[in-house]
């Protein structure tokens, strides 16, 4: 049985795109990688056409896991999303106790993470420690470091 997953419109349609663009471009390309390294002789010994096969095997396991992703998935509508307690999809600003840096983040799907952008993933060990939490909460998370503590200071969609 496949996870669950939810997404934004815009997350399911990032993840439709990423397929098209691996069945309809790079799948096509391995596969004239493949015939041209077959059209070179003795497959024994052919190391490019062993890596296109690879690669080929890579391509294929991608395309498999993200279209078991998208069947399924759900998608979320942000606007009945209580904002009470932190969920997927969940703005939060954070305040790290012991500093008093603040972070804004929203959690997401592993698929749409990009911490850099401020998206969180849920399952990463903040994103877990997050959840369910309310404003003026404060979560002890372990992190590789030890343990951090972070207050809760808000929650938007």
């Given at each position: 049985m496949?996870?669950i997953?939810?997404?934004s419109?815009?997350?399911l349609k990032k993840?439709?795109d990423e ?6 471009v ?9 015939a041209d390294?077959?059209d070179?002789?003795?497959?024994s ?6 890596a296109a ?11 498999a896991?993200l279209k078991n992703v998208?069947?399924s ?6 606007s009945?999303?209580d ?5 997927i ?5 954070i ?5 008093g840096?603040?972070?804004?983040y929203r959690?997401?799907?592993d698929?749409?993470t990009d911490?850099?952008n401020?998206?969180?993933?849920v399952?990463?060990p ?7 939490k309310k ?7 372990q ?7 972070f207050e809760?200071?808000?929650i938007?969609?």
């Open positions: 496949s996870d997953s939810y997404y419109p815009e997350g993840l439709k397929l098209v663009q691996l069945e309809q790079e799948r096509p390309r391995v596969t004239q990688e493949i390294a077959r070179k002789g003795d497959l010994e052919n190391a490019e056409y062993h096969k690879e690669e080929q095997s890579h391509l294929e396991f991608k395309i896991k998208i069947a998935a759900r998608i979320l509508d942000e009945q999303l904002t009470s307690k932190i969920l999809h969940s703005n939060v600003v305040k790290n106790i012991t500093n840096m603040e972070f804004k959690l997401v799907a698929s749409e911490v850099r401020g998206k969180l993933s399952n990463s903040i994103g877990k420690g997050l959840l369910g404003v003026g909460d404060v979560a002890e998370i992190v590789p470091s030890g343990i951090m503590k809760v200071m808000d938007s969609r």
